[in-house]
């Protein structure tokens, strides 16, 4: 069986987490900025949790994100 090309942007945007979840940083952070709010640029920080119906295929194009 041949090795699985890793989709190089996707590992970038990716971390896993100890119980095997996927991680990910939200978008809208990078500009025009000043229309939003302290609480919504806040809330943009944080990262969160990938949805369950996003798990399987973003797990087929990171075969070996650890």
Do not use: C, E, W
């Amino acid at each position: 069986m041949p090795k699985i090309k890793t989709n190089r942007s996707a590992a970038k945007r990716f971390k896993v987490t100890g119980t095997g979840k996927l991680k990910r940083n939200k978008a809208y952070k990078r500009h025009i900025l000043t229309k939003k709010s302290a609480k919504t640029k806040r809330n943009l920080r944080k990262a969160v949790i990938i949805d369950s119906s996003n798990f399987k295929p973003i797990k087929k194009i990171t075969p070996y994100l650890q």
